[in-house]
C-alpha cells in the first residue's frame, strides 16, 4: 500500500529555511492525486501550510504569506517543503498528506522541526 | 483564515453516544460539502474518520457518522468505546482554495 515519509533536519537555526521531503512509496506521485504538508506545533491543533495538485499548481495558507514554496519531483517520487525566514513559532510536528478529494485521506508520520539557535 | 471552532472537549462513558461540533462560516463549512474529521491518538498521525460530511472511508467504524446543518458540522460517535479516547478535528474546503482545521477536541471516555 502506498506509504509516506518525511525527511529532514530535525534542528533550524531561526531566520534560515526549512528543508522537507515526503518520500511516497508503493505507488506513483503522478497519479493524479494531490499533495498536502500539515504542522502541528506542541501541545496545539492542525495547521494546513500548502498543497501542490497533480498539475503541479500550487496554494498556501495564507497566513504563511510567501514564506512557503512546495515542489514535486516526479523522477524521485517525492515532494517538499522549503519555509523559509523561521522562527520559534515554526517550530512543530510536520506531516506530509495525500488528498483523496477535499480531504486528506492518507499520512506520513510526521517529522519534529525544532527552530532554534 | 482562521481555525473552525470546536468545543475544547467532550466526554461520555462506554456504550453512550457524544457529539463534536464544528463551527465555520459560509466561506467554508457553510459553502461546501467538503468538511471532514480526523482522530488522533497521542504521538501519532492524523487518521482520516469522515470525508465529505458524511462518508466513511473503509475500515471506519460505523458508529462514527457525520452530518452539516449551515455553517455548522458535527461528528456524532455513538456505543462510545475507551479506544475512541483522542483528539478529533475537523476539515474544511474554503473559498480560497484552500484548507482550514478546526480548533480540535478531546474526547474522554469516563
Known amino acids: 500500500q502506498v506509504q509516506l515519509q518525511e525527511s529532514g533536519p530535525g534542528l533550524v537555526k531561526p531566520s534560515e529555511t526549512l528543508s522537507l521531503t515526503c518520500a511516497v512509496s508503493?505507488?506513483?506521485?503522478?497519479?493524479?492525486?494531490?499533495w498536502s504538508w500539515v504542522r502541528q506545533p506542541p501541545g496545539k491543533g492542525l495547521e494546513w501550510i500548502g498543497q501542490?495538485?497533480?498539475?503541479?499548481?500550487?496554494n498556501n495558507n495564507p497566513s504563511l504569506k510567501s514564506r512557503v514554496t512546495i515542489s514535486v519531483d516526479k523522477s524521485k517520487n517525492r515532494f517538499s517543503l522549503k519555509l523559509t525566514s523561521v522562527t520559534a513559532a515554526d517550530t512543530a510536528v510536520y506531516y506530509c498528506?495525500?488528498?483523496?478529494?477535499?480531504?486528506?485521506?492518507?499520512w506520513g508520520r510526521g517529522t519534529l522541526v525544532t527552530v532554534s539557535s | 483564515q482562521s481555525a473552525l471552532t470546536q468545543p475544547a472537549s467532550v466526554s461520555g462513558s462506554p456504550g453512550q453516544s457524544i457529539t463534536i461540533s464544528c463551527t465555520g462560516t459560509?466561506?467554508?463549512?457553510?459553502?461546501?460539502?467538503?468538511v471532514s474529521w480526523y482522530q488522533q491518538h497521542p504521538g501519532k498521525a492524523p487518521k482520516l474518520m469522515i470525508y465529505?460530511?458524511?462518508n466513511r472511508p473503509s475500515g471506519v467504524s460505523n458508529r462514527f457518522s457525520g452530518s452539516k446543518s449551515g455553517n455548522t458540522a458535527s461528528l456524532t460517535i455513538s456505543g462510545l468505546q475507551a479506544e475512541d479516547e483522542a483528539d478529533y478535528y475537523c476539515?474544511?474546503?474554503?473559498?480560497?482554495?484552500?484548507?482550514?482545521f478546526g480548533t480540535g477536541t478531546k474526547v474522554t471516555v469516563l
Open positions: 498528506a495525500r488528498h483523496g478529494g477535499w480531504h486528506f485521506d492518507l
Open positions: 508503493g505507488g506513483s506521485i503522478s497519479r493524479g492525486y494531490g
Open positions: 501542490i495538485s497533480h498539475s503541479g499548481s500550487t
Open positions: 459560509s466561506s467554508d463549512i457553510g459553502g461546501y460539502n467538503f
Open positions: 465529505d460530511v458524511s
Open positions: 476539515s474544511s474546503y474554503t473559498s480560497s482554495d484552500t484548507y482550514v
